[in-house]
């Protein structure tokens, strides 16, 4: 367990590193952001085959980044709107 937080801290980050525009949100919700885009891109790879949903694996990893920046850029626009 600690070792998928820390994997989901790590996706989180670079989530923030391909999401453009400054960033608003605090590490806490970049972690839980992370931890969210590991489960989806681990159950992707889980229903391609290529691994379990809490194995380390290329395909998982992709998704979880992706599944992240999509994540973090959501949650970026929704806390820009509630601002204005």
Known sequence: MFGFIIAGLIIGALARLFTPGKQRLGLLATLLLGLAGSVIGG???????????????ILGFIA?????????????????????
């Not at 920046?69 to 949650?75: D, I, K, P, R």
């Open 43 to 57: 159950t992707i790879a889980n229903l391609l085959g290529t691994g379990g949903i809490f194995e380390l694996n």
């Open 64 to 84: 979880a980044v992706i599944a992240s920046v999509l994540l973090v850029g959501t949650a970026e626009k929704l806390s820009a709107r509630n601002k204005s």
